[in-house]
C-alpha cells in the first residue's frame, strides 16, 4: 500500500481512520495512488516551485528577505531553554549559500574535473607526474613475476620534472600511461587534496543548478550553474590527468576476493594515449586546456609532492598516500566549510560532512543533524536509478541535539482542530504548501489536492503570492517545527500521563559478587536528581519504580508515606503481574527519603544469595504491565548478567555454534529465538515501554535473542564483558548516566511522506514496523536514527523536485503530545552526473552498513559480501562510464563525492558481523549489528573509520585537538603515542620507543618497561601540560560520543595489542579481510569488467 500516493477521492473520514488506533488520523494513507494531476501543474504566477522558498524582489538569489516581523503570534511558543527569537535571516549575514560568481567562475576555469583519477601505485603521485618522459616510448615489461615487480611509472606531463622510474618490491603495477591528453595536471596527489583552494565561493553553487527555479531575485548573472558538469563540491579534487592506473591490479597481493587474473600487461599500454591523443578530454578543452605546468597558482598547498622531495630513494613502497583519504577529506571540508553557516533555503543542496563543525540556519528545509541523504539530487526516473544503483535512502534523526547557537524548534498551536493538514494525504502545513485564489485555498505539495484555508487560518498574500504572516508562523517558513497534538493524536482520546523509568537490577549471584548492585544503587541516589526535565520545569516528571530479580522478581513500594520501603515477591513468573499500583511509580522527589532507603538495602538483603539463575522475560512483561497499569509509557533500564535458564517464560539455552560460521546457517547466530521475545516487543510498542540493555556477561547469553525487544523499541544495548568494578565501573556508569539523561520522545510513531512519483519502501532502525508504512518507536532517543530507503513510482520533476515530510508523533519527557516535523526539499535529475555529484559517503555508508547487517539475518554473510562489492563497483562503474571523461581502461575513476567510498565499504566488510571468523564471539557480533540498526550517520562513519590522533607531538598550550591521520599501521612510529576512538572504544597505543620523558609525564614512570603489563585501562592525574591536555583530548571524546568507551592503554607489540590494531582499517583485517589498497584494486578490476 503506497501511503504517498495520490488517491482519486478517499473520503475525508476514511483518511481519518490514522494508525495505532490514534484517532486523528495521523497516518491515514490513501488507499490506492493514482499519479494524475489535480488541478494542474502550480501556477508560475503566483506559486513558485515546490520547495523553493520564493524570494521577495528584493533580496539577493537565493536568500530570504528579512520578515516583516519576527514576533510570532501568540500560539507560537519556544520549546527550548534559550529564548532566542526566530531568527531572521538577513541579507548581510555570512551564509553558507551565498557566494560570488565571479569567484566560482575562476573556479571553474582553473579547477579541476569532478574525478579522481587513480592509479594502484599512482602511489606518491610523485610517481604519476614526474616520472621520466622516455618512459613513453618503452612498453612495459612483462609484470609475470610477483617477487620481483618493476614499477613503471609514467611519462610525465607537460613541464614536469622528471624523475627516475621507482620499483616497488610489493607490486607488479605496470604504470605504462601517459597522461590524458590535454591534462597537464598531472602532478598533485589524489588522495583528497583538495585544491579547496580561494574559499569556496562556489559552494552555494554546488546546491541546484539555479536555472529555471524561479528565484525571483536578481538573475543569477552568469549561474548557468547547470552548465559546467562540476559544481564548487567537484572542485576538491585536481584533476588527476597523468594519474592513469596503468598496470594491472595487484595480482599476488594477498586479496579476499575470487576474481579474475589480473589481466596481462598488454592491457595496460596505453602508448596511443599520449599528450596529443585524441582520447583527451574534448569536452573539457576549454575549461582546462593549456598547459599547466608545476603547481596551479591558486591552488593554495601546490603539490605536497614538490619537485625537490621527487628525487627520493629510487627503492620504495607503494606510497598510500597515493589513494583516497578519509582524514584528508574530512580535513579539507572543515578548512572549507568548518565554523561556516549552512543555511537551508536552497533545494538540493550538500551540507557539510558529519565531520565538519559548522552551524544550521533553518530557512526553510530540516537541519542535516536532523536529516541527510545518500544524494540530495534523485534521478528523475527509476530507469535512472536502476543504472546507477545508487541507493535512495535518507537518514532521520528526529531528536538530535542541536548546539546551543542553534534555535531550537518551535511550538504552533492550531487550536482546537490540531494542526492544519492536507484533506487527501495528510501532509502537515509546510513551507511548501502553495496558497492561492487570494490565500482562501491552499495546494499541497505532496499530492497537489486543493485545499480550503480554515477560516482561523487566512491570511492576505503579498505581491509575490506569499502570506504576509510567512515570517510569523515557522510552520510556513521553517523546515522544523513542533505542533501541539490535539486528543485525536492521543491513545483513547486522553492526554497522556508523563512517562516512569523503572530501573530492574539482577541480583544473582555474579552481580552481588562483582559489586555491581551496590555500584548501581549507589549511582542512582545521585543519578536520579538528574532524570530529564522538560523545558522550564522546576522538577523531572518521570515517576520511577525499583524492582530486583533473580528467579523471582521483587517489587518495591517507595510511597513518601512509608517509613520503609516493603517488597512484594512474584515468584509465578509465567503470569506475571504487578502486585502493587499504589507506591509502585513514584516522584523521586516526594519518595527520596525512601528511595534512598532502598538503594541502600539492596546491597546487603541479597548479600549472601547463592542464586545464580535468572528469569529475563517475565522482568520486561512485569515492566510493561506497570505501565498499563498507571497509563503511561516509559523505559525499562536492566541490569542483567547471564543467560536466562531459570524454568519460565523466554528461557534460553546455549545454541552458539562456532561451527556454523561461514556456512549457510551462519545466520541462525544472529536471529533470535522466536516466540516470547517477538509478542513481547509487540507488547512493549504497543504501550510505549522501551528497554534499554545493560549486560554484564562472563560468557555466551545468547544476546541476539536477549537484544530482540530493546532493539525493535528504541532501546540501546551495553555489554560489558567480564565485568570488574575497579576496571569497568566508571566506564559502565558513564554509559548510565548518559542513558538516563538523554532527552527523548515516547510511544512514538513516524510517517514520512513524499511529493509524488516516489515513496519511502523499506525502514531500518530500532523500531517496530506494524504495518509497511508506520514506523512504530517505544521511545526514540536523540541519537538514535532511522534509515529510510525511497523508490521511483513515478517519474520526478526536475522543476519540481522532490519533497519528505517526517512526521512523528509523540509524548515528551513531560507528557505533551506532540508532533515534530522535518521537511526537506531535494533535487531531481535526469543528469547521472548531477546525481553523482550530489552523493553523501557518509549517507551511503549507513545505509549499506544497515542493509547489510539486516541482510545477514536471512542470507549466508559472504552473499551479502559479494553483494556490497558488486553494488560498490557497478556504482563506480556507471560513473565511469556516463560521467566522467573518457580516458584509458586502466585509470580508476571516482566521482569526487564518493571517492573515500571503497576505504568504508571495505572497513563494513571487515567489521565482526560481516567478516565470520571463529575467533569472534557471537555475541559481540551480535551486539555490534544491533548497535548498527539505530546508528547516525556521525556514528557509523566514525564506526567505520576510527579516529587515530597522535600525541607525541601535541601542542599542550593549544585547545585543539591534533589532526587524525590514517588508520593504518604505516602512520605509526615506534616513538610515538596515539589515540585511537571509533564511538565504541578507544586505546593510547605507546610505541616501544616512546620517550621516557613523555611517559613520565603521562604515567610517572621512568619508561615504558616500567608500566604495568598487559591492560591498563586509566591515565594518572598529574599535574603538568601533557597530562592535562591528553586528559582533556580523552574527556572531550568521552563526552561527546553517544557512548561511554573504556580506555585501555596498550604498549606496541604487547598481546594486547591485537585489540587495538584491529581498527587500523586500511590494513588488512585481523580476523579475515583485504587492505584498502587491494580493495580498491579488486574493485577497479570489477569496474573493468563491467565496462567492458
Ligand atoms: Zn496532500
Redesign the pocket.
Known sequence: MSQQGYVAAPPYSQAQQGMGGYQGGFGAAPAQPLYVHYGGPPQAQNAPPTGMMKPAASSPAGMLPPPASTQYNPNVQQNGSHPQRYASPSAASPTYGHSSHSVYNSMTSAAPPPTQQLTNQMSAMNLGGYAPSAMQSHPAPPTSSVAQQHFQAQPPAMGQPQMSPLQSPLTNFQASGPPMGGQSMAGPPMGGQSMAGPPMGGQSMAGPPMGGQSMAGPPMGGQSMAGPPMGGQSMAGPPMGGQSMAGPPMGGMGRAFPGPPPSGPGAFQQHGTGPNSPSGYPQQAGQFGGPMSGPQPGMPGGFPGAPGALAGPPQKKLDPDSIPSITQVIEDDKVRLGGQVFSTNIRGQVPPLVTTDFTVHDQGNASPRFIRCTTYSLPCTAELAKQCQVPLAFIIKPFAKLPNNETPLYVVNHGETGPIR?N??K?YMCPYMQFIDGGRRYQ?S??N?INEVPVFYFQHLDHMGRRVDFYERPELSLGSYEFDATLDYCKNNKPPNPPAYIFMIDVSYSNIKSGLVKLICDELKTLLEKLPREDGAEASAIKVGFVTYNKVLHFYNVKSALAQPQMMVVSDTAEMFVPLLDGFLVNYQDSRAVIYNLLDQIPDMFADTSESETVFAPVIQAGVEAFKAAECSGKLFIFHSSMPTAEAPGKLKNRDDKKLVSTDKEKTLFQPQKGVYEQLSKDCVAQGCCVDLFLFPSQYLDLATMADVPSHTGGSIHKYNNFQVETDGEHFLRDLRKDLQKSLGFDAVMRVRTSTGFRATDVFGAVYMNNTTDVEMAAVDCDKAVTVEFKHDDTLSEETGALIQCALLYTTIGGQRRLRIHNLSLNCTSQLSELYKCCETDSLINFFAKSAYRAILNQPVKNVSDILVNQTAHMLACYRKNCATPSAASQLILPDSMKVFPVYMNSLMKTAPLVGSTELSTDDRAHQRLSVMGMGVEDTQLQLYPRLIPLHDVDVSSEAVPAPVRCSEERLTDSGLFLLENGQSIFLWLGQASPPDLIQSLFNAPSLAHLQQGHMFTLPELDNPLSKKVRSIIDELLEKRPNSMKLQVVRQRDKPEMLFRQFLVEDKGLHGGTSYMDFLCYVHREIRQLLT
Request: hydrophobic letters at 25%; glycine letters at 0%.
Open positions: 492536507c487527501r494525504c501532509a499541497c505532496f499530492c489536492c
